[in-house]
Nanobody
Framework: EVQLVESGGGLVQPGGSLRLSCAASGFTFTFRNYAMSWVRQAPGKGLELVSTISSGLFTTYADSVKGRFTISRDNAKRTLYLQMNSLKPEDTAVYYC?????RGQGTQVTVSS
């Protein structure tokens, strides 16, 4: 079983930056072998796939965040990151770390002046 714990959310002004982290654990889970993703859920909306990084470090992004967000991973630390720059109010959401069918508890990101 995989356990995922997100952190790093908070309140930030438009144009600001945040860095989200996701610590992964699990006895049989070899972090480096799996693709990892960030998804988000804005108030009253469904889940949106934000970004994915493969085991080979290939990355994909939603059009809405391209050029502003960067996904990365540290396999030695079993940690996934999401660097978010030039944040907009529409980025306000709960952000979740996802691996397969496993999802963390989420971290709230609020972009507001």
């Amino acid at each position: 079983e995989v356990q995922l714990v997100e952190s790093g959310g908070g309140l930030v002004q438009p144009g600001g930056s945040l860095r989200l982290s996701c610590a992964a654990s699990g006895f049989t889970f070899t972090f480096r072998n799996y693709a990892m993703s960030w998804v988000r859920q804005a108030p009253g909306k469904g889940l949106e796939l934000v970004s994915t990084i493969s085991s080979g470090l290939f990355t994909t992004y939603a059009d809405s965040v391209k050029g502003r967000f960067t996904i990365s991973r540290d396999n030695a630390k079993r940690t996934l990151y999401l660097q978010m720059n030039s944040l907009k109010p529409e980025d306000t959401a709960v952000y979740y770390c996802v691996q397969g069918d496993s999802r963390g508890q989420g971290t709230q990101v609020t972009v507001s002046s």
